[in-house]
Nanobody, 123 residues
Framework: QVQLVESGGGLAQVGGSLRVSCAASGVSLSNSAIGWFRQAPGKEREFVAHVHWSGTTGYGDSVKGRYTISKDNAENTASLQMDRLKPEDTAVYYC?????????????????WGQGTQVTVSL
């Protein structure tokens, strides 16, 4: 049984930083991809970032250059460092995993999801 548990997030000011983390069980990040998606109120869930089994990363256009995804295979955890935050980054952030070594930008390709954690960026 795969479980993904997010932590972190919270409230930050514009231009500030936050970090969210995901603890995975039932899936090994040594040979599976893990990623982050987000959903703002009234909007569809969107791709944020993913990291392949190899450590290669990919980012959505709206966060590229500001966010950094990483993983720790030994701890089986992943993190998303969010810098230079903007009000439009406000959303619930979801950790996702899939039974595949490579990530995907498509929500439908991810089988496992965490419960989500709120990130709010204020002026």
């Amino acid at each position: 049984q795969v479980q993904l548990v997010e932590s972190g997030g919270g409230l930050a000011q514009v231009g500030g930083s936050l970090r969210v983390s995901c603890a995975a069980s039932g899936v090994s990040l040594s040979n599976s991809a893990i990623g982050w998606f987000r959903q703002a109120p009234g909007k569809e869930r969107e791709f944020v970032a993913h990291v392949h089994w190899s450590g290669t990363t990919g980012y959505g256009d709206s966060v590229k250059g500001r966010y950094t995804i990483s993983k720790d295979n030994a701890e089986n955890t992943a993190s998303l460092q969010m810098d230079r935050l903007k009000p439009e980054d406000t959303a619930v952030y979801y950790c996702a995993a899939r039974d595949h070594p490579y990530g995907s930008r498509s929500i439908a390709d991810w089988q496992y999801w965490g419960q989500g954690t709120q990130v709010t960026v204020s002026l």
